[in-house]
């Protein structure tokens, strides 16, 4: 298993660098980046981050001026203020030696500061993870909790009108985004439309500070609780059937004929010999599912009910061009995923003694 783990190990390294230097190649191809936005405001036109611009800019474009060194919305200002600029935002230097200097960088985990907020990246994904942190761990246990039961269940009583209804429940909400579920949960019971029965925005009240322990708690779970449910109505539809199927297919394997033969009672059959099997293949969703749920997934929750987390920065840093948030929370993200597959693999021979990963090539 060391060695196993040791090659895994080595090869994230490629997978690092690869990925980083697949998303920096389309980064510098996107227009309207850092520079060209400071130019565009200098100018007066407000440009946004998608490089829309002013009539008049375009036909300052159209004179064909050189003075802007290739940049929209660039012409007419001073040659010197524009390197000024571009020295700022560390694009005096060409491509390929912003690349390695990032990386060396990285190695040390200095991902540099943001260009839009006099923090740095580390600071933060600091400040926004307790937010992601809650909405994920929260959904993660909920999810696996309602999934896991209710499949064994389902595959417990395949085919009768349980199984059925069950398996209505579980379309629709795989059907419904969870995005229009949080819309549809705000307008009942968030004093959209019914009733006003939780909160609209935010983790805590703006008293937070003055309450008690108990009341602190009882408001974080107050504010919690339409997220939360937004997000495992999309998230437990998909588990609930793969683990339904995945212990229907062990469940009429010949050695579970042989273990009812033996006399075993159905709760021993199932929990002694199934359960292991079949979990593995649960278990090798998590890393993606726990990815998914505190920093992708979370994005359009954080969104609708202004919640200051990590999907939110990665959205508007990829907004805003700023670039350093971009690539310090993409090589963050990626590290973590890397380390979690690594993890659902040990997890492999947890549950089942019988694997073997040394025998096998990464």
């Known amino acids: 298993m060391g060695a196993y783990v040791l090659r895994r190990l080595l090869l994230m ?35 946004d981050a998608s490089n829309r611009i002013g009539a008049g800019a375009q036909s300052d474009m159209a004179a064909g001026s050189s003075d802007g060194k290739g940049y929209r919305g660039a012409q007419g200002l001073d040659p010197a203020l524009i390197a000024e600029i571009e020295q700022m935002y560390g694009f005096d230097k060409p491509p390929h030696e912003r690349f390695l200097k990032m990386l060396g960088d990285y190695l040390t985990f200095d991902f540099g500061r943001s260009f839009y907020s006099d ?23 909920l999810t696996y909790l309602i999934s896991v039961p209710l499949g064994i269940r389902k595959a417990v009583k395949d085919g009768t009108p349980f199984d059925v209804w069950s398996s209505s429940f579980v379309i629709i909400g795989y059907a419904i985004p ?16 019914y009733f006003e029965w939780f909160p609209l925005r935010g983790l805590t009240s703006p008293n937070f500070d003055e309450m008690t322990l108990w009341q602190q708690i009882g408001d974080y779970f107050w504010h919690i609780t339409l997220p939360v449910l937004a997000s495992v109505v999309s998230s437990f539809a998909t588990l609930t059937m793969l683990t339904k199927n995945a212990f229907l297919d062990e469940i009429h394997k010949q050695y579970v004929l042989t273990a009812r033969a033996k006399g075993l009672n159905e709760r021993g059959v199932l929990y002694g010999h199934v359960f292991r099997n079949a979990m593995l293949l649960i278990i090798a969703g998590m890393p993606a599912a726990l990815i998914g749920i505190f920093f992708t997934g979370s994005m359009l929750i954080e969104v609708i009910f202004s919640l200051d987390g990590l999907g939110l920065l990665g959205y508007e840093a990829v907004i805003n061009r700023d670039y350093p948030v971009i690539f310090g929370t993409l090589y963050i993200f990626t590290l973590v995923g890397l380390i979690l597959k690594l993890v659902s693999d040990l997890t492999y021979t947890f549950v089942d003694p019988r694997i073997d990963f040394d025998s096998r090539e990464v």
């Open 13 to 47: 390294i490629p997978t690092l660098f690869g990925i980083l230097l697949l998303n920096f190649l389309i980064i510098q191809l996107a227009p309207g980046g850092p520079v060209e936005q400071t130019l565009a405001h200098l100018q007066g036109l407000g440009v």
């Open 119 to 141: 923090k740095t990246v580390v600071e933060l994904i600091i400040e926004k993870m307790p937010v992601s942190i809650s909405l994920g761990l929260w959904t993660t246990l």
């Open 178 to 193: 969870n995005f229009l579920f949080a819309i549809l949960l705000i307008v009942l019971f968030a004093g959209g439309t």
